[in-house]
């Protein structure tokens, strides 16, 4: 071979190889790009469960409220008291004394 076509070998052997190393560049810029994104997402994702865990605790305790409060509701004490403040009933015996106006 010439020194000629040596020249002309080796140009284009550093043209392929520039070639394919601006190929792995835009891959890896592609990727980290991807990566990127992911990461805002699984952010968003984390913050929106941890959200989601707070309101199932609060309506666990809601929840929790509204039994004990149907229990005390079928009481006996729960009856008296809405009779005497809402409708005015007393016992037989008692006395009730108002402030006058």
Same mark, same amino acid.
């Given at each position: 071979? &010439?020194? !000629? &076509?040596? @020249?002309?070998? @080796? @140009? !284009?052997?550093?043209?392929? +190889?520039?070639?394919?190393?601006?190929?792995?560049?835009? $891959?890896?810029?592609?990727?980290?790009?991807?990566? =990127?994104? =992911?990461?805002?997402?699984?952010?968003?994702?984390? /913050? /929106?469960?941890? %959200?989601? =865990?707070?309101?199932?605790?609060?309506?666990?305790? @809601?929840?929790? %409220?509204?039994?004990? $409060?149907?229990?005390?509701?079928? &009481?006996?004490?729960?009856?008296?008291?809405?009779? !005497? %403040?809402? $409708?005015?009933?007393?016992?037989?015996?008692?006395? =009730? +004394?108002?402030?006058?106006?």
């Amino acid at each position: 071979m &010439t020194t !000629k &076509t040596r @020249r002309v070998m @080796r @140009r !284009k052997k550093r043209m392929e +190889f520039k070639l394919v190393l601006a190929a792995v560049f835009c $891959l890896l810029l592609v990727a980290s790009f991807g990566k =990127l994104r =992911l990461q805002q997402k699984n952010d968003a994702y984390r /913050q /929106q469960q941890e %959200e989601l =865990l707070a309101e199932i605790s609060d309506e666990q305790e @809601r929840t929790k %409220e509204i039994e004990e $409060l149907k229990k005390y509701v079928q &009481t006996k004490k729960y009856v008296e008291e809405v009779a !005497k %403040e809402r $409708l005015g009933l007393v016992y037989k015996d008692e006395i =009730l +004394f108002k402030a006058e106006e």
